[in-house]
């Protein structure tokens, strides 16, 4: 029988497939997804595929179908199980599969679901992820053969690796973790189980209708049980784990918030002394403070593209240790495998304090104070957000601006830095800006208003800014 199939172009994303449950997304598009990348890597002589599942309730039944996709591929399934994403990272590079396909919704609703997929090692996105629609349509795949399944647990050994790499000193830490119920439970309960110090977890069940909040560690309203948390039980850092363990939200002793680029920052200098002139990076929209104080502590700062596929790449390229996004995606290549992993960034995390005689809130209290707005998302037509872009950076250009084009416009003036690109992954364009004084910052937010209003978009709402980033 040919096989033939239509995607939702709407689940095509940037990095990964993705989409609505029973609306967008279906156990076909899951089978479409095996037969396709299956043939794509029976086509490249490779005979394995690592995959592995999240807590969602539709998971299960995505993975069954995308399993049974790779095997009519005449490629042999390495089926993990349930567990969080870096888990199957792990698995593929440690039993050297050709392959592997995360079934996963991220941090998104209960509803959503989704595929992330590496291909040879690398991360397989952008137009890849698009050929592979163009090629599910044509019916473009090796002839049917049925390969067997294997399930194989690497949990114990994923944990046993995670914990070999705990460098702490004598300190006793008091850790307040929260799992958000999301896939890393059952790992996480083993690896707090083998590390010093008294760690409680919170929201340890996994369960995909997420009854205690969203597993998003990006918005601040998703951290307040953390929080309360952490300042009931005195404890020295509050760490928080997305849906699928792939990155880190961090709270202080003093319940403070640590963003993706002050965790950098904490790393960075660790990283560094083992590794002296490395280069470290981090992507556009991350504070200036981070980019200087690499530099301060004698790394090679480098400016680059949102995206962890991007992020991923460009660490491979320039050989960079260590690696990180605003929106706590952490990449280590210093002992590590070079993904984005939550819990080895916690683990190193909690080595770096636990060699301190600081606490975390005397860190983040020392580095130079900024104000900045939150990350400022709003609407504008897929067909016209890059060429509005386009039209500002044009402009910049012909005013003699100090502006870096690496990912949309990042412009620098005396007062600090403004942010406008356009997202890769939803129609909307993102802003950011960041200063050392209130008016500095107005002064920013009315220079990157009036580029907008140059292009003809209203001005974007700034509200919910915060100091002290």
Known sequence: MAFSHRFDPTTLREYDIRGTVGRTLFEDDAFAIGRCFGSLVARNGGVTVAVGYDGRLSSPAMEAALAKGLSASGIEAVRIGRGPTPMLYYASTKLGTDGAVMVTGSHNPPDYNGFKMVLGGKPFFGEQIRALGGQA??????????????????????????????????????????????????VLQRLVAGLPGEHVVLN????????????????????????????????????????????????????????????LVLLARDVLHAHPGATIIADVKASQVLFDEVARAGGNPLMWRTGHSLIKAKMAETGSPLAGEMSGHIFFADHWYGFDDALYAAVRTLGVLARMDRRLSDVRDALPQVINTPEVRFDCDDTRKFAVIEEVAARLRAEGAKVSETDGVRVLTDDGWWLLRASNTQAVLVARAEAATEAGLERLKQALVAQLEKSGLPAPDFSGSHAGH
């Open 137 to 186: 349509m044509a019916g473009d795949v090796v002839a049917e053969t049925v390969a067997p399944e294997r399930n194989v647990d690497v949990s114990a050994d994923y944990v046993a690796r995670l914990l070999a790499d705990w460098d702490g000193g004598d300190r006793m830490l008091k850790v307040v973790w929260d799992n958000g119920n999301g896939s890393a439970g059952e």
């Open 204 to 263: 340890g069940a996994i369960d995909g209708t997420f009854p205690a909040h969203h597993p998003d560690p990006t918005v601040p309203a998703n951290l307040q049980q953390l929080i309360a948390e952490v300042a009931a039980r005195r404890a020295d850092i509050g760490i928080a784990l997305d849906g699928d363990a792939d990155r880190i939200g961090l709270i202080d002793d003093k319940g403070r918030i640590l963003f993706g680029d002050q965790l």
